[in-house]
């Protein structure tokens, strides 16, 4: 397509975006510490107001992309970034100090001891389609802020977003040659990325399938990968649910099941609703999708699929699902990617919406009766055993307690949907199949930053040590390791 980066200019990007790290790092030698701060600081500022100056443009772009309501653009793309790097200016001048530690080793104690966070250097990140602005230029401000340069890789399935943002971010840094460099395209591209000049760090948001081949092509090079996927992220309706605040229930998981048309990597993907309470639920389900849901058509300000092959994915699922109800308003069209919110009510673990994950408007529901059956349908299968997060509606401690132990996920939210991602004091990743590497506040700027521990030893520390560690061995020497360094514990072999 027209916007694509050439493939032979990639590797010429990449070995700018080294240079400019290379050279801007040889410029620290004759800089405090306080000008480098300064530097990172001034560019999460262009950033934000980059951002916040094109907002109208962004939010256009995403409507014709794939008609991307204002308010889920507002809400879930422009304020948890604007707010992810306002969080950054605001720490960064506590993260950035070099953190001293002590070690009560005998062998240091008059020596200094500091961790150093160290930039990797030049870092490529890949972002995904469904939160096309938010998934990119949230990671790009952690690796500023990190002090690294960056190789950016927006989407190619939402054109119109992708140009805008590669003009916002050319015209943002245009002073800085080779601080930032984008590149269009698709799979090609991508590949391109791991064949020319090395970068030193890749961060990858998208599916498992994608995810395993950066993974294992990063991993020719030995670079270090973070990894954001996704997985069926499961509901569950337990026995001691709340039945006075159904409603609110319903709600929240229709906030995360049919936001973004379900393409949201930590959707709730399905619901396990315990049989006791299942007919209330059920009827609770329906009523309330009939009040959010009633008079939707593609004309409706509500987000499309992405695209061809994602709207197929769904139509495939809704054919082939043994569903005993499929309850939905409004009409799908394939002219227009629209597909309506969708309940596929009493399903089994059998079923087309069970296998993979929906990552579209339908949300499965099934009954159970037995907890750890429940429990074992999900551990047992790969695709299900680690999901990005769980939802857990209960008021027993010790049940919501009990499906935390055995369910291992990325996150876990207690009744409420999506809402523990927005955190700024906690970290949010994935955990196996969903991804690995955590982000979000100070862990951003970990995961952007190498941890480097410095021992500064003076020779007066312990002049004879270096003569006990070095040949020729001999008894006295061991006598002295066995008797002066050999630890010792504190406690008996009964305790």
Known sequence: MSFYTPLDSISRYIETCNKYHNEHQKRLNLNNENEELQYRLTLLKKLYFAVKDNMEEIILCLYQDFHKSRQEVVSGEIISLLSNILDLIKNLPQWIKNRKVHSDLPLFHNSQVEIQRIPYGTCCIIGPSNFPVLLLLDPLACALAGGNSVILKPSEL???????????????????DGLVKVINGGPLETMEIF????????????SPAVGKIIMKMASEQLIPVTLELGG????????????????????????????????????????????????????????????????????????????????????????????????????????????????????????????????????????YENLDDCLDNIISKPRRSHPLAEYIFSQDKLEIQYIQNRL???????????????LDCAPFSGIGSSGFGSYHSEWSYNCFTHERTVLNRPFDADPDNSRFRCPPYSKEKSDFLEHNVLPKEWFSREE
């Not at 064949?195 to 998208?206: I, Q, R």
């Not at 291992?408 to 927005?422: A, E, P």
């Open 158 to 176: 939402t054109p119109k977003t992708t140009v805008t943002i590669t003009s916002i971010i050319e015209k943002t840094f245009q002073d800085y």
């Open 195 to 206: 064949n020319g000049p090395l970068v030193n760090k890749v961060f990858y948001t998208g």
């Open 232 to 367: 069926k992220s499961p509901v569950f309706i337990t026995p001691s649910v709340n039945l006075e605040k159904l409603e609110d229930i319903v709600r929240r998981i229709y906030f995360s099941s049919f936001g973004n048309a379900g393409q949201i990597c930590m959707a709730a993907d399905y619901i396990l609703c315990h049989k006791d309470v299942y007919i209330k639920f059920i009827a609770c389900c329906k009523k309330i999708y009939n009040e959010m849901f009633l008079n939707i058509t593609y004309k409706t300000e509500y987000t499309h699929m992405i695209s061809e092959r994602a709207y197929d994915k769904i139509i495939k699922i809704l054919k082939r699902t043994n569903a005993k109800e499929i309850y939905h308003l409004g009409e799908s069209n394939q002219v227009e990617l629209f597909i309506p919110p969708t309940l596929l009510i009493d399903v089994n673990w059998e079923d087309s919406s069970m296998e993979m994950e929906n990552f579209g408007p339908i949300l499965p529901i099934l009954q």
């Open 408 to 422: 291992k996920s990325g996150g876990c939210c207690i009744n409420d949907t999506l809402l523990h991602v927005l």
